[in-house]
């Protein structure tokens, strides 16, 4: 019959950061067995020589459940601690003044430590810029679509479905500035500025269609295509605004990406179902943009 190993409390070297705790075990020669919460066995020799160790602590504020073989253990919330547990003297546990530091030499060297770090991540020196004449491009594109917006609003309700049908000459040069200067977001990304662009088929349907045909220009579908649109960039445009200086509005987020599901195949069925088949028929009665084919080729 074995004898029995009694299992003994090692003796604890202990030390702290803003975030972290370290723990020394003296044993030598030690076989670590499985870890539990804040618990840690091992066979090893120790002062009493060959022996199984086991020591149990109860942290005084919660640490993340990680398991690490260095039993170095991460703070759930940064800060820095009066003492290691909640009971306040433990016989087994001394300071490891290998690694011990006090309140401001731990936070100093911290500080140290993610200067060193920030220090080796390159900075772009035109940083500032970029994100100044992000801001200023999308206040300035916000600004032109809440006019034609509000423009719009107002018109419709002192002259209720009048509105419609002169939608283009009221507003249609605030459109055709906000679109040119939308090309912008096609060259942004090839200047490195953002790494987005948005590019739709709006111009082919107001520079071509509404603009190039006259019939067109008096139609309701100008109306509810203008609308529409300036629903969407009025929230689209400050959402950028934000994001340009590190801020954000919760209540425009989501708006920014949930007005996006009724709204996109809404206008799917203005620009193609309204604009693009009601201009057909006038397309082909007056042969613009037309190209004829040769006579030799029509005759095959």
């Not at 139609?219 to 203008?226: R, S, T």
């Not at 604009?275 to 006579?295: C, G, H, K, N, Y």
């Amino acid at each position: 019959m074995q004898p029995q190993i009694s299992i003994l409390t090692p003796h604890v070297y202990w030390a702290q950061r803003h975030g972290e705790i370290f723990l020394r075990v003296e044993l030598s020669d030690a076989k670590v067995g499985r870890p539990a919460g804040a618990s840690r066995s091992a066979q090893g020799h120790g002062a009493k020589g060959d022996n199984e160790y086991m020591f149990s602590l109860e942290f005084l504020e919660p640490v993340r459940p990680e398991r690490q073989v260095d039993i170095k253990v991460k703070k759930k919330v940064e800060r820095w601690w009066d003492r290691l547990t909640l009971q306040e003297k433990n016989l087994f546990l001394a300071p490891d003044f290998d690694r011990w530091l006090d309140e401001s030499d731990a936070e100093r060297r911290e500080k140290i430590n993610r200067i060193n770090v920030e220090s080796r991540v390159r900075k772009d020196p035109y940083l500032g810029l970029k994100k100044g004449y992000l801001f200023m491009y999308n206040l300035v594109q916000f600004l032109g679509f809440s006019w034609i917006f509000v423009n719009m609003t107002v018109r419709l309700f002192i002259l209720g479905q009048d509105s419609f049908y002169d939608t283009f000459h009221t507003t249609a040069d605030m459109m055709y500035f906000c679109q040119m200067m939308a090309v912008l977001e096609v060259i942004n990304p090839l200047l490195g500025l953002v790494l987005y662009s948005h590019v739709t088929g709006r111009n082919v349907i107001l520079f071509v269609i509404f603009g190039s045909l006259e019939e067109m220009q008096n139609q309701p579908a100008v109306f509810f295509v203008f609308y529409l649109w300036s629903s969407i960039e009025i929230f689209r445009y400050p959402f950028y605004m934000l994001a340009c200086i590190g801020t954000e509005w919760k209540l425009l987020t989501w708006l920014r990406y949930s007005l996006w599901i009724p709204l996109y195949p809404l206008g799917l069925y203005l620009k193609v179902t309204v604009a693009v088949i009601q201009s057909l028929p006038i397309f082909d009665e007056t042969r613009r943009f037309s190209l004829p084919l040769p006579a030799a080729l029509v005759s095959l």
